[in-house]
């Protein structure tokens, strides 16, 4: 057997072993109910918001519009804006007793990421049981809430992680943002993974968390993560070693965003915490960055190129690449695929080479001291596995 053919075998079999995984994730992952009764308990959400005066006023109109949460108080810190964030939510709230705008001018200290930093603020005011964190460019649906809490609460969690979908739409935007949910969605039993205590296995996305009080605090809250790149991932982990149970669901209907407004903005945001990726190690990353190549560039190399079986295997192992990242899709939005989707998934192996571009870039940064992220340094510790299944910010 030639070097071709058994790279092509190699390949394909790695693709469709993670188009079989997506199949299995869209069988049994959950999303969140549309049938909730509400929540009696009361319950805190947490808006951390840096240069955000464009998009908070439309979630603090999502927040205000909560069904089924008769006790909700909701805080929003301005951490150190520059563009009227403050005003722009103090306007948006109007005279809800509800809501509580904080204001903070001070920088992260030395050690602390942002987000952490503001989180552990927010956290220090709320003094209920439920705990819910939710960035500021996230739409919800007046449902949202009161089903967070009500999955955290079902399953006896200490975290529950709901993954909004996540709209697109530049073209850089439409070809990267779905490996988010696809790298999970292919390498990962979801329904497992949920049962189990291993750090290993958890899977979080901090853009849309409901949190047990007690359980975020016994576990140090985001404090213990206070200088991770990734602080949503290690925060699940967090909890998983102090003993409580995390999950993941997707949101369905009940939140959606949009990361990134256009290609420089997500290279950016990719840049700032992709260096961690792989327990922060050039060799695993450039390891697994060998397998990425080899399941998703080597496959329609041979169908393009490679003659009689080499050609159908890399055929077959392209279309499992396209299929998973397809229903990865689908997992996530809770539709079929639409045309936009297709032509994304076709050109998986040129999101596969810009996210490894991304991932070299960031090293690079990092090494150099030049990350950023809205005009502050960024500091920041790798996780401690050899993956990366979050959409951090």
């Known amino acids: 057997m030639g070097v071709a053919r058994r790279l092509s075998w190699a390949g394909t079999g790695l693709a469709v072993l993670g188009a079989v995984t997506a199949a299995y994730n869209l069988v049994t992952v959950r999303a969140l109910s549309r049938g909730v009764t509400g929540v009696l308990e009361p319950v805190t959400?947490?808006?951390?918001?840096?240069?955000?005066?464009?998009?908070?006023?439309?979630?603090?109109?999502?927040?205000?519009?909560?069904?089924?949460v008769p006790r909700l108080r909701v805080l929003i810190l301005d951490?150190?804006?520059?563009?009227?964030?403050?005003?722009?939510?103090?306007?948006?709230?109007?005279d809800d007793l509800r809501f509580t705008v904080l204001r903070t001018s001070t920088t992260p200290d030395p050690g602390w990421t942002g987000k952490a930093a503001a989180c552990v603020r927010l956290a220090a005011h709320a003094d209920t049981p439920a705990l819910v964190f939710v960035d500021a460019d996230v739409r919800l649906a007046p449902h949202a809430i009161a089903a967070a809490v009500t999955e955290l609460?079902?399953?006896?969690?200490?975290?529950?992680?709901?993954?909004?979908?996540?709209?697109?739409?530049?073209?850089?935007?439409?070809l990267m943002q779905p490996l988010l949910a696809w790298s999970w969605a292919s390498t990962l039993p979801i329904g497992p993974a949920n049962r189990s205590l291993r750090p290993s296995t958890a899977v979080a996305c901090g853009q849309f968390l409901a949190v047990d009080a007690q359980a975020y605090r016994a576990a140090g809250g985001h404090t213990a993560v206070a200088a991770s790149a990734t602080e949503d991932l290690d925060l699940a982990r967090a909890l998983r070693r102090a003993g409580h149970h995390t999950a993941l669901v997707t949101a369905g209907s009940a939140a959606r965003t949009r990361m990134y407004t256009d290609a420089t903005q997500l290279a950016d945001g990719y840049t700032r915490w992709l260096w961690s990726a792989y327990g922060g190690r050039l060799d695993t990353g450039a390891a697994l960055g060998t397998v990425v190549a080899l399941t998703y560039w080597v496959p329609p190399l041979a169908a393009l190129f490679g003659r009689g079986s080499t050609r159908r295997l890399g055929l077959l192992g392209y279309a499992a690449a396209v299929t998973s990242r397809l229903t990865a899709r689908t997992i996530e939005t809770h539709r079929a695929p639409t045309t936009s989707d297709l032509a994304s998934a076709l050109a998986h192996p040129l999101a596969t080479a810009h996210y490894l571009a991304l991932w070299a870039r960031s090293h690079h940064r990092h090494r150099t001291g030049r990350l950023r992220w809205k005009q502050r340094p960024l500091v920041g510790t790798p996780s401690d596995h050899d993956t990366s299944r979050t959409a951090t910010r």
């Open 45 to 68: 959400v947490c808006v951390p918001a840096r240069d955000e005066a464009d998009r908070l006023p439309a979630l603090i109109a999502d927040l205000r519009a909560q069904t089924g």
């Open 79 to 94: 951490d150190d804006s520059t563009d009227g964030t403050y005003e722009a939510a103090t306007a948006a709230v109007d």
């Open 153 to 174: 609460r079902r399953r006896g969690a200490g975290l529950v992680s709901v993954w909004p979908v996540q709209d697109a739409g530049s073209p850089a935007e439409r």
